[in-house]
């Protein structure tokens, strides 16, 4: 078992008069994430946008130059509140324009950066350019990551982070997603963590929703509960494809009791088994009796598995 809380953060856009009211806002809720056990804040993209109250206002006046300063009231927050902290920013590096999150540490150094593999046509327009970033590591695990319009293009964008082992995807966004993804999360095998103030959402690696809020619901936008949003994850888990897997569920199972959990999504003819005790893992269980991955067996079995000259990991 690998259990880690992550929690979403909803900022009401077009609501804040300042970059450094946004900050303040941002900042205030850090510490009830932390009471609640999240180990990780996520906040929605691009939050020094937030006060641009004109749309045709140009993206180049609102980009940072030395991010780390302008942010220092938000990080010192997240410092004290010992959170480690997704933080998405319009930033200039070397006159070239960049929509990106920094994944800070509970300690606040840096651990690594994420940009936006498909900028929007608009920001394409203001000079945003397109990056190509490796996964991050952060408390044992590897962060992929995909901002908003990133969504679309999941081949492009998530299909080379999951070939380099990401075990979860933090999406922060100014757009839904959606049934995509729903989709996303469900043919990956990989959890997704959307920090999007209308209506964030954090999936499970087989679909399943363990939590969605935002400025979409009224009681909030009237002031009352919370714009925090946590989940617990259990990242030692894997989904699995009932063909070839679905005669030994009830071995496994009964094997190990309380030792493991599993979860059946009939619409998708897939189990999810996780581990519950800190002595088992899942791949041990996996070894033991035969089991292969929803992602695995199809790329076993698909049109193209002959021209692969070795299985991908299992996970």
Known sequence: ????????????????????????????????AASQGAQLAV??????????????ARLDDFALDDWRTATALLCDA??????????????????????CFYLLSSDGSI?????KRAPAPGEKAAGVAPG??????????????????????????????????????????LTPAGTVLDYCALTLGTPFVLAYSAWSRILDRDGTEL??????????????????????????AVTLFADVNQEKMRDVARHYGRDVRIRFNQPNCQFMLESRSADLSVAEVMRQFGLIS??????????????????????
């Open 1 to 32: 078992m690998n259990e880690k809380t992550i929690a979403t953060i909803a900022l009401p856009e077009r609501s804040f008069s300042s970059f450094q009211e946004t900050l303040r806002e941002a900042a205030k809720w850090l510490e009830p």
């Open 43 to 56: 906040l929605p993209e691009t939050i020094n946008l937030l006060h641009r109250s004109d749309h045709a």
């Open 78 to 99: 997240a410092e004290r509140a010992k959170i480690a902290l997704v933080l998405p920013l319009l930033v200039r590096e070397n006159g070239v324009l960049a929509n």
């Open 111 to 115: 651990l690594g950066c994420y940009q």
């Open 132 to 173: 190509d970033s490796s996964p991050i590591l952060w408390d044992g695990l590897r962060v992929g990551g995909g901002i908003c319009f990133d969504v679309y293009y999941p081949h492009a964008v998530f299909d080379p982070q999951m070939e380099d082992g990401v075990d979860f995807f933090v999406i922060p966004s």
């Open 211 to 236: 939590v969605a809020g935002g400025y979409r619901s009224e009681t909030l936008r009237a002031g009352f509960g919370s714009p925090v949003f946590p989940a617990t994850i259990n990242f030692d």
């Open 294 to 315: 929803r992602r695995d067996y199809f790329n076993c079995h698909g049109p193209d598995a002959a021209d692969r000259a070795a299985l991908p990991r299992t996970r």
